[in-house]
């Protein structure tokens, strides 16, 4: 291999690197918005499992 295909080598391996760091750095969002949108979905059933404890409790005392 000459010096050229060396550096083309390692022109295409440091792009590469980019390219690997830009998708993990966008994969580690979707995770961190996914935790997010869990924990608010999670927040939602809590809600409504308690007003349908309240609604439950409201039905008893009438």
Same mark, same amino acid.
């Given at each position: =291999?000459?010096?050229?295909? &060396?550096?083309? &080598?390692?022109?295409?391996?440091?792009?590469?690197? #980019?390219?690997?760091? #830009? &998708?993990?750095?966008?994969?580690?969002?979707?995770?961190?918005? !996914? *935790?997010? &949108? !869990?924990?608010?979905?999670? !927040?939602?059933?809590?809600?409504? *499992? =308690? #007003?349908?404890?309240?609604?439950?409790?409201?039905?008893?005392? !009438?």
């Amino acid at each position: =291999m000459g010096d050229n295909d &060396l550096q083309k &080598l390692k022109e295409r391996h440091d792009r590469l690197q #980019s390219l690997y760091l #830009s &998708l993990r750095a966008e994969l580690d969002e979707i995770a961190k918005d !996914e *935790k997010e &949108l !869990e924990k608010h979905i999670n !927040e939602v059933i809590d809600k409504q *499992k =308690m #007003s349908k404890i309240l609604n439950y409790i409201k039905n008893i005392k !009438e």
